[in-house]
């Protein structure tokens, strides 16, 4: 994965981990961790809506600290407001953005696009900004 990095290395990104039996989620957890990215321990299956897709919390490449603030900050309520205004994003992109997404094999600045997308409708500055 070319975005996992060393532990404890600056500008880490952590990925949330929910589950209902603690075993499971320390053994993904450990996973997470041996691909190069924080693993944050995100509570059982029925409060994982916090990471869900065009969320806060969600493809934004967040560090472990600003994971646990999106996820605090994430409102069920806007979610498929949110997933809607993403797939007309999405959608002004033409056809062959979605033909990519799908396809798997994505080129070189690709996914940084879709994470941009993600941050830009939960109001967080694009990965290139960051950096």
């Given at each position: 994965m070319a975005e996992g990095k060393p532990k404890n290395?600056?500008?880490?990104?952590?990925?949330?981990?929910s589950g209902d039996v603690q075993k499971e989620i320390d053994l993904v957890m450990g996973l997470v961790d041996?691909?190069?990215?924080?693993?944050?321990?995100?509570?059982?299956?029925?409060?994982?809506?916090?990471?869900?897709?065009?969320g806060p919390a969600y493809c934004t490449d967040l560090q472990l600290d600003e994971l646990v603030k999106a996820r605090e900050s994430a409102v069920k309520e806007t979610l498929v407001?949110?997933?809607?205004?993403?797939?007309?994003?999405?959608?002004?992109?033409?056809?062959?953005?979605?033909?990519?997404?799908?396809?798997?094999k994505y080129p070189d600045d690709f996914v940084d696009h879709a994470v941009d997308i993600n941050r830009s409708i939960n109001g967080l500055l694009s990965r290139n900004s960051k950096k």
């Amino acid at each position: 994965m070319a975005e996992g990095k060393p532990k404890n290395s600056a500008g880490r990104i952590a990925i949330a981990v929910s589950g209902d039996v603690q075993k499971e989620i320390d053994l993904v957890m450990g996973l997470v961790d041996d691909v190069g990215f924080d693993a944050l321990d995100a509570g059982t299956l029925e409060d994982s809506w916090r990471q869900q897709a065009c969320g806060p919390a969600y493809c934004t490449d967040l560090q472990l600290d600003e994971l646990v603030k999106a996820r605090e900050s994430a409102v069920k309520e806007t979610l498929v407001d949110q997933q809607n205004l993403s797939f007309e994003t999405m959608k002004d992109l033409g056809q062959e953005f979605f033909d990519i997404l799908v396809s798997g094999k994505y080129p070189d600045d690709f996914v940084d696009h879709a994470v941009d997308i993600n941050r830009s409708i939960n109001g967080l500055l694009s990965r290139n900004s960051k950096k």
